[in-house]
Every structure is written in structure tokens, then in C-alpha cells.
């Protein structure tokens, strides 16, 4: 069965940095997009930032230059490097993979469980 499983998230003071990680453990065929989502307390959940297989990335407008997200395709993981960290960066972050199980199979969205970062002004 296959999960996501983040780490990293936490409570920091504005200006500072986390770093959040996400491992796809279980048998996969691929992972086509990867990255991170997050939802603030009465928003809707919304794309923070995201990364092809091959490497390239999206980012939200209130991220760019802040934020980068990386991945290892070997170990199947995915970072989210947030610096410079902004009280409305307050959310929860759940990560995001696209996963074909099989190369006969489609392709769906996997999402992890969430993890809370809080920055504090």
C-alpha cells in the first residue's frame, strides 16, 4: 500500500527556516508530479509548490523566491526548503504525488496526512 509520510513541520518565529520532507514508501511503477500543498484555517487548500519528474517547478506567487521544493527520484522523496517564513505561511502542508502503481495502470493523486507549520510574528 502506498503513503506518503511528511516530516519537519513545527513552530518557528518570522524570518526564520524549515525544511519539510515527504517519503513515497510502498511498490510504485512512477511519480510524475511531486510537491506540496497547503490549507490555512478557513482557506481553501491551495498549491504552495511543485516539481516534475524531470525537474521542472511551479510555484505560488507568495512563495517565489522564498521557497523550493527538490526532489531525490531514487528514494522517492520530496523537500520543501521555506525561508524567510511569513506569519501567513501559518498552515497546514500536506505533500502530493502523482503515482502510477503499475505501468498498466492510471496515473492518481496520492496526498500525505499533513503536517502543521506555524510562524509567529
Known amino acids: 500500500q502506498v503513503q506518503l509520510v511528511e516530516s519537519g513541520g513545527g513552530l518557528v518565529q518570522a524570518g526564520e527556516s524549515l525544511n519539510l520532507s515527504c517519503e513515497v514508501s510502498?511498490?510504485?511503477?512512477?511519480?510524475?508530479?511531486m510537491g506540496w500543498y497547503r490549507q490555512a484555517p478557513g482557506k481553501q487548500r491551495e498549491l504552495a509548490a511543485l516539481?516534475?519528474?524531470?525537474?521542472?517547478?511551479r510555484y505560488a506567487d507568495s512563495v517565489k523566491g522564498r521557497f523550493t521544493v527538490s526532489r531525490d527520484n531514487a528514494k522517492k522523496l520530496v523537500y520543501l526548503q521555506m525561508n524567510s517564513l511569513k506569519p501567513e505561511d501559518t498552515a497546514v502542508y500536506y505533500c502530493?504525488?502523482?503515482?502510477?502503481?503499475?505501468?498498466?495502470?492510471?496515473?492518481?493523486?496520492?496526498w500525505g496526512q499533513g503536517t502543521q507549520v506555524t510562524v509567529s510574528s
Open positions: 502530493y504525488a502523482e503515482i502510477r502503481l503499475r505501468p498498466w495502470s492510471s496515473t492518481s493523486p496520492y
Open positions: 510502498g511498490s510504485t511503477f512512477s511519480i510524475n508530479n
Open positions: 516539481i516534475s519528474s524531470g525537474g521542472n517547478t
